[in-house]
């Protein structure tokens, strides 16, 4: 399995431009997660789906953030208007939940976003 | 609100020097979680612990859940420097679905 699949690996944008990060979750894994990574605020969720439905989005900033999950294997994150606060390390992960057994998170490689 | 501490922040060792970092959580965990980062990658999942007291080790890590469900430690024998990253805790609560990863502990080596 080529595991969790994040594209682009860097951006950097101009403030107020439109930023869309992209997730290839691990097949067969049916919660999906996005978390931002900076050293003020170390990892933080900011929107759960499980079966391609949002189920928490309580951790997006606010509506300039937005995700999307039209079907199992790919999911979207987008930045409108972007902002500098925005740059950070953006992690999309998968794991398969059943009978309400967790298991471990699968991580993508994250995408690092400089917003300027 | 509910939250994962984890200590201490940052370690220093000498290679072949143990290591330890703690994670405490305020209320009861369901189960919890150990993933490791190494600099300028991706959290990577290491182990799951589910009961009260568990222990599990992997080589020259070692796992522990403590009696009632609020911490949890790992421990590196003989670090080497292969072992350098950050090491995070995540915690989950009974009828939630979130973990709450703590603010990790970044451990660096010296040969």
């Known amino acids: 399995d080529a595991g969790v699949i994040q594209s682009p690996r860097h951006e950097v944008t101009e403030m107020g431009q439109e930023v869309t990060l992209r997730c290839k979750p691990i097949s067969g894994h049916n919660s999906l997660f996005w978390y931002r990574q900076t050293m003020m605020r170390g990892l933080e969720l900011l929107i759960y789906?499980?079966?391609?439905?949002?189920?928490?989005d309580s951790g997006m900033p606010e509506d300039r953030f937005s995700a999307k999950m039209p079907n199992a294997s790919f999911s979207t994150l987008k930045i409108q208007p972007s902002e500098p606060r925005d740059s950070a390390v953006y992690f999309c992960?998968?794991?398969?939940?059943?009978?309400?057994?967790?298991?471990?998170?699968?991580f993508g490689s994250g995408t690092r976003l400089t917003v300027v | 609100g509910q939250q994962v501490m984890q200590i201490p922040q940052y370690q220093h060792v000498q290679e072949g020097e143990d290591f330890t970092t703690y994670c405490n959580s305020s209320t009861t965990l369901s189960n919890i979680q150990w993933y490791k980062q190494r600099p300028g990658g991706h959290p990577v999942f290491l182990i799951q612990l589910v009961k009260s007291g568990e222990v599990k080790k992997q080589k020259r890590l070692t796992f522990q859940f403590g009696e009632a469900k609020k911490n949890s430690s790992l421990h590196i024998t003989a670090t080497q420097t292969t072992d350098v990253g950050t090491y995070f805790c995540a915690g989950t609560y009974s009828g939630t679905y979130k973990y709450i990863f703590g603010t990790g502990t970044r451990l660096k080596v010296l040969a």
């Open positions: 789906f499980n079966n391609n439905v949002p189920i928490d």
């Open positions: 992960a998968s794991s398969h939940d059943f009978r309400g057994r967790r298991y471990g998170y699968t």
